[in-house]
């Protein structure tokens, strides 16, 4: 009795649990499969530098646009930025703030669209990867979602964090009103 009350309970679990993977509403058809990531970790703070754990507050200029990245955890601490417009970002990983060139942007996003950066310079060892994908429109710009930074460690490990995302552009009547 004990032995068919269990196997009853296994598939009831089994069947939560396989309902859970069935997606629904609009689901993508595609080829595509997610990444493997063989030495991804959790998403663990970057090193605290006394007093910094985050990007100092960056400038707009009027007539700009720019992504600006946060951590997705209860700290929210600000770890990216980049001005799309002039073609610059910072980013702050493994304790400091990273600067990087890059070619300016010049055509508006589209809601659905993937998002994906990537600032890498071997000088520095550094290697970062930022992805996710454009969402809806707001009154002040865009959401960037399932944002995800990826930083290749020194050690071969690659640090993974889940961040937020949003996009949006300073009008010269925001800079003078």
Known sequence: MRAKIS?????VVTGWGLAGCV????????????PVFGNARPGEPAPQVPGLDELPPQNLEAGTCATFFWSADDAHRFLAFENETEGFANIFVNGSA????NPPR??????GDS?????????RDLNIQISGQIG???????RIERVVMRVNQPNGQILVIP???H???????????
């Open 7 to 11: 196997m009853i309970l296994m598939a």
């Open 23 to 34: 997606t629904s509403g609009d689901a993508r058809e595609s080829g595509a499969q997610m």
């Open 98 to 101: 990273q600067g990087f060139y």
């Open 106 to 111: 010049e055509r508006n996003y589209v809601a």
């Open 115 to 123: 998002f994906r950066r990537s600032y890498v310079d071997p000088g």
């Open 136 to 142: 809806d429109p707001l009154p002040t710009g865009q």
């Open 163 to 165: 961040m937020i995302g």
């Open 167 to 177: 996009y949006a552009c300073r009008t010269r009547s925001q800079a003078t009103g």
